[in-house]
């Protein structure tokens, strides 16, 4: 893997480039328009529907599909989700929300069709931006995105006669309670992304989820090993952009990090939809510092390969001027805390890395 300290980082003199990312504001412009013309009631009735279903979104999200049954029955109930949205930010109407949520459901039919987890990391990044989105559109309108009971209709028509005898629209009503805004460790990792994407010259998207879960005593320890993972990632796991358009990939990574505790364990999931690890080149790695002989079972079994990356020196890349020691400081962050750590990769499509940690308490 490659050396922490490779990375080339531009003096301070120097021009930095304007890193602008047009799509986004593209799909931001248009969000602003939609929002102008939707009806206040409109709108109130779409965000409180979108907030139970983004909840139940979340709620599946956090659930694990050990067995291919499991893991098809939560495809199909996210792409219900999803396509119920779309459907209801269409009737808001929503036209750019409804083409997100339109987009995730035909990817997560896509993933569908997929060995476990593969083909699903496509859909996860749309599903956070469909989140983003929604949190955007609370902080414009003061409309609140925690779910909340469904009122009877009665109340219903009530709350809608009394809207329009007096005027007062949901939008100014006192009490909205904002979105909850990004954690700080969570803003700490997409400023990251977007840094060493930028140095890299890639495009990477970046989905976090359950990363508000995360206690404070744990705070510097998963920022610490993130920051390694995502850096392995950028430089070595994710393809230039060129090189995925060549593969039929899409030219923008995707990365995704999930956290959650569960039964005195905190996990932290990591994956890629890059080039996967490459067995052959860290296996020879191996070979040249010493850490296995050419006949070494290791090297009758490539599969086996991925428990060097955690060994010092042990770097893929074409400079073998650096340290290697990133997926180190990993190792030694985990064993540190009494963690374990598996990983799991297929070439030219993913690399998971899921780590263990024991935790005793309940979430901050």
């Known amino acids: 893997m490659q050396p922490e300290n490779s990375m080339q980082v531009a003096a301070a003199d120097e021009p930095q480039p304007l890193n602008i990312d047009l799509d986004r504001l593209r799909a931001e412009r248009d969000l602003l328009r939609d929002l102008v013309a939707v009806p206040p009631a409109q709108l109130m009735h779409f965000m409180a529907e979108a907030a139970r279903d983004a909840a139940r979104l979340r709620t599946l999200l956090g659930r694990r599909a050990r067995e291919p049954v499991e893991y098809l029955r939560k495809v199909a109930q996210l792409r219900r989700l999803c396509t119920r949205l779309g459907a209801l930010a269409g009737k808001a109407p929503l036209p750019s929300v409804a083409r997100l949520y339109e987009q995730t459901a035909a990817a997560l039919a896509t993933a569908g069709t997929q060995a476990m987890g ?23 309108s003061g409309i609140s995105l925690t779910p909340r009971a469904r009122p009877k209709r009665a109340a219903q028509l009530r709350a809608k006669q009394a809207a329009t005898t ?4 949901p939008l100014t009503a006192a009490g909205a309670a904002p979105a909850a805004p990004p954690s700080r460790l969570e803003q700490a990792l997409q400023q990251l992304c977007e840094r060493l994407a930028a140095q890299q010259g890639k495009r990477v998207e970046l989905a976090l989820m359950g990363l508000a879960e995360v206690p404070e005593s744990l705070y510097s320890s998963v920022y610490d090993i993130l920051a390694q993972l995502l850096r392995n990632a950028i430089e070595h796991g994710i393809e230039p952009p060129a090189q995925r358009s ?11 990090v999930q956290f959650s505790i569960r039964a005195g364990q905190a996990e932290v999931v990591f994956q890629d939809d890059g080039q996967g690890l490459q067995a052959s080149l860290i296996l020879q790695a191996g070979i040249e510092r010493g850490l296995i002989d050419n006949d070494s079972l290791l090297t009758h079994d490539p599969r086996q ?8 020196g042990i770097s893929t890349a074409a400079d073998k001027n650096g340290r290697g020691s990133g997926m180190g400081i990993v190792r030694d962050h985990v064993k540190r805390m009494g963690g374990r750590i598996q990983v799991a990769t297929k070439r030219a499509q993913f690399t998971r890395i899921r780590i263990r940690l024991p935790y005793q308490g309940t979430p901050e």
């Open 246 to 256: 060549a593969a039929g990939k899409n030219t923008c990574g995707t990365l995704l």
């Open 118 to 140: 593969d083909g699903l990391l496509p859909a996860l990044a749309m599903i956070e931006e469909g989140f983003l989105t929604l949190s955007m559109i609370s902080e414009r």
């Open 166 to 169: 007096t005027g007062i629209t």
């Open 305 to 312: 390969a991925s428990s060097l990356i955690f060994f010092p």
